[in-house]
């Protein structure tokens, strides 16, 4: 059972491109959560998708980030017209979504897509 | 809220010692808490998590940890290190239900031969 795939790992932007992060959950996990880790410190939550639908983006900034999860596919982050500041890496999650209510379902995670902006 | 401090950001022992890794949490009165390790350049793994079962809980590789509710504590313990545990450690903690994690600033483990 492949693990959490993401891609590229390594991605180099100049300022004011785009840059699109992929993510393929595990076999079977239908929960997908992006996580941003700035250098020296732990990772921050940004937001928690099922298919189709985004369910909390509570971390994400409110411009130029987006994130999606088809129904076919793997989730996309997506980030606008970057900047220096977004050079981070970028770990994807994923999650069965088993846990049930009152339960933290496990989330396991991706290697990163570490992004550097010049 | 729910917040997590590692209270030491590096921890260097010998090989074949003892580890410990401190972590104390903020939340609700029934937190998920996990540990996830970090090796260079790599993804996180999971080492253990605590979900209101035993408050001893056993990991891979030898780690386990200890929910002490009086002290919020979740410390990260192996009774005798290796080599290849060097590495930054997250202590992670998720309020009841809740699908976002809340990450602690991470602890690096150096491991002397």
């Known amino acids: 059972n492949a693990g959490v795939m993401q891609n590229p790992r390594h991605l180099v932007r100049r300022r004011g491109q785009e840059a699109r992060l992929r993510c393929s959950p595990m076999?079977?996990?239908?929960?997908v959560y992006w996580y941003r880790q700035l250098p020296e410190e732990g990772l921050k939550f940004m937001v928690y998708?099922?298919?189709?639908?985004?369910?909390?983006e509570s971390g994400m900034p409110k411009e130029r980030f987006s994130a999606e999860f088809p129904k076919e596919g793997p989730s996309i982050l997506r980030i606008q017209q970057v900047v220096r500041g977004d050079s981070a890496a970028y770990f994807c999650?994923?999650?069965?979504?088993?846990?049930?209510?009152?339960?933290?379902?496990?989330?396991?995670f991706g290697p990163g897509t570490r992004l550097t902006v010049l | 809220a729910q917040s997590v401090t590692q209270l030491d950001s590096h921890v260097s022992v010998s090989e074949g010692t003892p580890v410990l890794l401190r972590c104390n949490y903020s939340?609700?009165?029934?937190?998920?808490l996990f540990w996830y390790v970090q090796h260079p350049n790599k993804g996180l793994q999971l080492l253990l998590k605590?979900?209101?079962?035993?408050?001893l809980v056993k990991g891979i590789n030898g780690f386990e940890a200890e929910f002490k509710k009086s002290e919020t504590s979740f410390h990260l313990t192996k009774p005798s290190a290796h080599m290849s545990d060097a590495a930054e450690y997250f202590c992670?903690?998720?309020?009841?239900?809740?699908?976002?994690?809340?990450f602690g600033t991470g602890t690096r483990l150096t491991v002397i031969p």
């Open positions: 999650a994923s999650s069965p979504g088993l846990a049930g209510p009152r339960r933290t379902d496990t989330q396991y």
């Open positions: 076999k079977g996990h239908s929960h």
């Open positions: 998708l099922q298919k189709e639908n985004i369910i909390d």
């Open positions: 939340s609700s009165y029934s937190p998920s």
């Open positions: 605590y979900t209101s079962a035993a408050t």
């Open positions: 992670v903690v998720s309020e009841e239900g809740a699908n976002n994690l809340f």
